[in-house]
Structure formats: C-alpha cells, structure tokens
C-alpha cells in the first residue's frame, strides 16, 4: 500500500492561531481524505480533499475553520483556523486504495494540543 | 442508534484465548466492511477487509451477516501483542468511499 507521510506529528498551539498539517503520498491516489479523532473516541471524517476543486466537507465541519488543499494527487494540506481547546484532537489523512470497495490507509497522524 | 456500534469492552483474555467481537450497522445497503486494528497513540491500521463469504487470515477469521446487519471479528490463540482496539468500519456510499467508524473494542491479553 501507499507510504503516507504527515506533518507535524504533533504541535502544541496558541488559542487563536492557525496549524496546517501536511499528508504526502509516495504515489498518485484518486481519493484522500482528513479525519479528526477526539480523545477516547472513534474517526469522524472532516473532508474529502479533491484535487483542482474545492474540498467535500461533512455536516458540522466548515471550510472557514478546516480550509483544505488537494493542489496534485500525492499531497494535502489541512489548516485548522482560529484554534480553542476543543481542537485539540489528533488529525489524520487518508488515501483510498484504487477500485470499488477498497479500503483506506492512514497516515501517522498529527497530535495537536491547544494552551 | 449509532450508524456502527460495538461494544467498547475492554475484553481482557489470556494468552491463548480465542476471543470475538461484534459489530452492528444500520444502513443495510451497506457495501464493503472492513476490520482495523489501533494501537494506543498510532494510526488505525487495515487489519482484513469483510467479505459476504467469509474470510480468514491466520489467526483471524472475519464474517458478515447481512440479513441481520452484523459483523463479526474472531481471534484465535490470542497473544499479547494482539492487545490494541479493534474499529468496526462501514463503508456506507459505495458512490464515494464514506467510511463510518465504530467507536472500538478493546482488547487486553494478559500472561
């Protein structure tokens, strides 16, 4: 499967600042994807980022907080804007293997903590 | 009623112990199911995809029931590495890949 490599792997920020995380994929991939997991529960998928158009977010997700950039297929960017407490979360991309049914594979993650 | 729902456990079995899990989904036009394995701190990790036939990897055998919207995750001979949480996942839109996650189960195999 694809090596996915992400940036940071982890950060401590301000409140009110901004962190944009890096995922970079040794080979082109169709489909990526930014999930948040929150402490002590499950993925919550964030956005599907499209390359050359504007990403697909899910319901409770916005792109004035989560702004995502696909520019190729081998990398994304998600900046998380304007930080509180409640962002601290650990943050992961993820591509999608080609074909129908197939499942997706993660990059390390990205542990943001906000003061 | 969660769309994927498991129970959280932990399970805490000894070496050796065979152990299974369940899990339920809600969208029976569900279309591809997959079992991942997340280590404490780590990224969840592909442990087997879920076949409607059944299928068995080593000491791992997944199986799905449609009819009753279930899946199930068995685990031979457990060892102490196997301890880590087991995520359900569901792939809901088989137009785009929208996973859904389950909240985990956990699982210690102890001496």
């Known amino acids: 499967s694809a090596v996915i490599s992400q940036k940071p792997s982890r950060d401590i920020c301000q409140r009110g600042t901004s962190l944009t995380i890096q995922c970079q994929v040794d080979?082109?991939?169709?489909?990526m994807f930014w999930y948040r997991q929150q402490p002590g529960q499950s993925l919550t998928l964030i956005a599907t980022?499209?390359?050359?158009?504007?990403?697909?977010?899910e319901s409770g997700f916005v792109i004035d907080k989560f702004p995502i950039s696909r520019p190729n297929l081998t990398f994304s960017t998600l900046t998380v804007s304007n930080l509180s407490p409640e962002d601290s979360s650990i943050y992961l991309c993820?591509?999608?293997?080609?074909?129908?049914?197939?499942?997706?594979?993660f990059g390390d993650g990205t542990r943001l903590s906000i003061l | 009623r969660k769309e994927v729902e498991q129970d959280p456990g932990p399970f805490n079995v000894p070496e050796g112990a065979t152990v299974a899990f369940n899990c339920t989904y809600s969208?029976?036009?569900?279309?591809?199911f997959f079992w991942y394995r997340q280590d404490c701190r780590k990224e969840p990790k592909l442990l087997m995809s879920?076949?409607?036939s059944g299928n068995e990897d080593g000491r791992f055998t997944a199986q799905l029931n449609r009819a009753s919207q279930y899946i199930s995750l068995l685990i031979r001979d457990s060892k102490l590495s196997d301890s880590a949480t087991y995520l359900c996942?569901?792939?809901?839109?088989?137009?785009?890949?929208?996973?859904?996650f389950g909240g985990g189960t956990r699982l210690m195999v102890k001496p």
């Open positions: 993820s591509v999608e293997e080609e074909g129908a049914n197939q499942p997706q594979h």
């Open positions: 080979s082109q991939v169709t489909m």
């Open positions: 980022a499209n390359q050359g158009s504007e990403a697909t977010y």
């Open positions: 969208n029976s036009a569900s279309q591809s």
């Open positions: 879920v076949y409607s």
């Open positions: 996942v569901v792939n809901f839109n088989n137009a785009g890949n929208m996973l859904t």
